[in-house]
């Protein structure tokens, strides 16, 4: 199974300010995708943004974007002008490119966002 | 979006009881599933990939006996966790991938207690 680390198990930030997520992951194949899950307290799993692995460009959506580090392994998720309703674990996440469409997550941080 | 539901959202069974967990895909064919569980403030663990009409795949250190996956059919699969015991008191979640290479869709949840 592949490993993914998320180092921080709680973050805050101010409502309407930056927040960086860290995330890092260990594999061997050069085919993959990497994305950002949210899981309010409902625990339903909402998908928040994605990256391929062969494409160098950094993924963006709205408010929020991804530092893809390829080389590094490294996959951050920054939110950016936080809002009240972003308050929620958030899981990194990886998929093999070739085979199946399993999911491996990374421990979760638990973002809180102050008024 | 495609939906996926499961079913119950929240089940309490004695210690030494078998309880059955169900995951269907409501508007699309999902010839694979995925049930992973969570435990309170954890990530999600993949426990094994459920296969439409053959045998399911479990990772590495789940118990093939004790969790009796059954993918009968091209919108259930149902994960049975037999003679179960305190320690399998657990957030049950299942997903199953669309048609893109990006979808997966995840169900609700179930909560699992054993008394």
């Known amino acids: 199974a592949q490993t993914v680390t998320q180092s921080q198990p709680e973050m805050s930030v101010q409502e309407a300010e930056t927040v960086t997520l860290s995330c890092t992951y260990d594999?061997?194949?050069?085919?993959?995708?990497l994305f950002w899950y949210k899981q309010p307290p409902s625990r339903q799993m909402i998908l928040v943004i994605r990256?391929?692995?062969?494409?160098?460009q950094n993924a963006t959506e709205n408010r929020f974007s991804v530092n893809f580090q390829k080389a590094a392994k490294s996959f951050s998720l920054k939110i950016s002008d936080s809002q009240l309703g972003d308050a929620a674990m958030y899981f990194c996440?990886?998929?093999?490119?070739?085979?199946?469409?399993?999911?491996?997550f990374g421990t979760g941080t638990s973002l809180t966002v102050i008024p | 979006g495609a939906v996926v539901s499961q079913h119950p959202s929240w089940v309490i069974c004695k210690s030494g009881t078998s309880v059955k967990i169900e995951c269907r895909s409501l508007?699309?064919?999902?010839?694979?599933m995925f049930w992973y569980r969570q435990f309170p403030k954890q990530s999600l663990m993949l426990m094994a990939t459920?296969?439409?009409?053959?045998?399911?795949?479990?990772e590495q250190g789940v118990e093939k006996d004790k969790f009796l996956i059954n993918h009968a059919s091209l919108t259930l699969s149902t994960l049975t966790v037999t003679s179960a015991h305190p320690e399998d008191s657990s957030f049950y979640i299942c997903?199953?991938?669309?048609?893109?290479?990006?979808?997966?869709?995840f169900g609700p949840g179930t909560r699992l207690t054993v008394t």
């Open positions: 997903s199953a991938p669309g048609q893109g290479i990006y979808e997966q869709y």
């Open positions: 594999t061997s194949e050069s085919d993959y995708y």
């Open positions: 990256q391929e692995a062969y494409k160098q």
């Open positions: 996440a990886y998929r093999r490119g070739f085979t199946g469409n399993q999911f491996y």
């Open positions: 508007d699309f064919q999902a010839t694979t």
């Open positions: 459920s296969n439409e009409g053959s045998k399911a795949t479990y």
